[in-house]
């Protein structure tokens, strides 16, 4: 989930400065603080209660293969239509997975996951007025919008992939599990997507393997990216 | 220095001249980011919540927070981050959004924790007043802020929203 929320929150920061308009640079730019600021609050609870790294080294000193995120949110920008889509198929998961996660057995998650439900309201909102305002616009827009949303469907249901922890995770009630998420998710966005006169592809096949460290070229160079400013500075130095 | 007696009160008074570096008017009380102000063995302890995961004022809030304690003769103030309650825009004091609205910013109804983009998108202008507004943006220039434009008085304004 950090490593999602980290990896997503530099995708979106690559909208500062270049949004189609100011309103979307300025969304864009805030859902991108909010995603790096929930990584860090996810990474924070990994450290405090299980001693790991703290979260600049989980965050800027992982090797590409002990990076957990879906490759949903490793995929580079491409246009606006594409950002937009997989902001919306990712939003929606991301939103539900917190809020089963507000009543989760292990109390530092649910705590946190109540405070970032209310704000990730925001970016589902969000999302769902411009597909609907895109997916019905012009003839352009409408086929952006439905070869997005083809080409990032089999990624999106990469986010669901089951981790090894899974069956532990129910049974001790600290998550419901991928498969319930899923499922409430499609429920969720099938009357959206309906709703922006686009259609879910018939044919799927999961993207799966992001969880387990296997990701796509473009994970790597975005990596590098990140790590620049911290690697270039003696061990040790704050901020 | 004789150490100070702990008198809860004079700290929390003291809180209310520590303002939100985003919103300069408003004071950390006004926010309703205090949640407790406790005596420990050595010293003083102050907790608080910030407004947003990712509010990247936090540290300095924090630092804020314990000079001013500081600065009324107490030692050893340590400034908590309280896990146990979640703030929301409600924890705003009434007087906190006259501060808001004479700072310019459109504020957010009570909602006890129940609303939708109706309550988001709706807000009075903080110049003139009128409803009759529309909403530009949910986002705006700091996470706290949604943008809005007024047809009454043809100004745009940004709105605190509701959390």
């Known amino acids: 989930m950090a490593d999602d929320e980290l990896i997503y929150g530099h995708r979106m920061s690559e909208w500062t400065g270049m949004g189609p308009i100011m309103e ?56 606006y239509d594409f950002s937009l889509v997989r902001h919306f198929l990712f939003d929606h998961a991301d939103f539900i997975r917190y809020e089963m996660l ?8 649910a705590q946190l996951s109540k405070k970032i439900k209310g704000e990730l309201k925001y970016h589902v909102l969000h999302a769902d007025t411009w597909l609907t305002r895109l997916g019905n616009a012009t003839d352009e827009s409408h086929v952006r919008m439905q070869s997005a949303l083809n080409e990032l469907w089999n990624y999106a249901l990469g986010i669901f992939e089951p981790s090894d922890f899974e069956a532990q995770l129910i ?21 959206i997507i309906e709703k922006a006169n686009l259609k879910i592809p018939t044919s799927s096949s999961p993207v799966y393997g992001g969880r387990k460290g296997y990701h796509t070229d473009q994970l790597q160079p975005l990596l590098t990216e990140m790590a620049e400013v911290i690697s270039s500075e003696a061990e040790g130095t704050e901020w | 220095m004789p150490v100070t007696v702990f008198n809860k009160e004079e700290i929390h008074k003291s809180l209310v001249e520590v303002m939100d570096p985003e919103i300069p008017t408003l ?12 005596e420990t063995v050595t010293g003083v302890r102050v907790k608080m919540i910030p407004t947003f995961t990712a509010c990247p004022a936090l540290r300095v809030i924090k630092e804020m927070i314990k000079s001013k304690v500081e600065s009324l003769g107490y030692e050893n103030v340590e400034v908590q981050v309280d896990d146990s309650i979640i703030w929301n825009s409600d924890r705003i004091t009434p007087n906190g959004k006259i501060l808001l609205e004479n700072f310019g910013l459109g504020t957010p109804q009570r909602h006890a924790g129940n609303f939708g983009l109706e309550e988001i998108a709706h807000s009075k202008c903080p110049h003139c007043g009128s409803e009759d507004t529309t909403m530009n943006s949910i986002f705006g220039s700091t996470l ?20």
């Open chain 2, 27 to 38: 004071s950390v009380v006004d926010m309703g980011m205090i949640t407790g102000v406790e």
């Open chain 1, 171 to 191: 049974a001790e009630k600290i998550f419901d599990g991928e498969k319930v998420l899923q499922q409430k998710w499609i429920e969720k966005i099938s009357p």
């Open chain 1, 102 to 109: 507000s009543t989760s057995s292990f109390a530092p998650l």
């Open chain 2, 144 to 163: 706290c802020r949604s943008t809005h434009f007024c047809f009454s008085c043809k100004q745009a304004f940004e709105r605190f929203k509701p959390v």
């Open chain 1, 24 to 79: 979307e640079d300025i969304a864009y730019s805030s859902m991108a603080q909010d995603k790096i600021g929930h990584a860090l609050a996810n990474y924070s609870i990994l450290e405090k209660e299980f001693q790991t790294a703290n979260p600049d080294k989980l965050a800027f000193f992982r090797k590409e293969n002990e990076m957990m995120n879906c490759q949903l949110v490793e995929l580079s920008n491409h246009e």
